[in-house]
């Protein structure tokens, strides 16, 4: 998701799609009882989904924060 991110952390989830697509082809949300990669990514508990104001489909993703204020 890094790879996709803009500076405050946050990356559009169909860019990270298109970036896991080419990492691992076979990948697909729905071997994991999910019919979206975005209900995927809600669902796991280790981003920040947000809806974007201008878009209401462009869904946002961000790691979550640590303690330590790092991403986990």
Known sequence: MIATA???GRANLS???GHL???AP???ARNYGFP???DLVGASG???VERAADNPKA???RLKRT???NPK
């Open 6 to 8: 803009d500076e405050d």
């Open 15 to 17: 860019q990270v799609g």
């Open 21 to 23: 697509a080419k990492q």
């Open 26 to 28: 076979d990948f697909d």
């Open 36 to 38: 979206r990669l975005s």
């Open 46 to 48: 280790l981003v920040d």
């Open 59 to 61: 869904v946002l993703v």
């Open 67 to 69: 303690s330590a204020g």
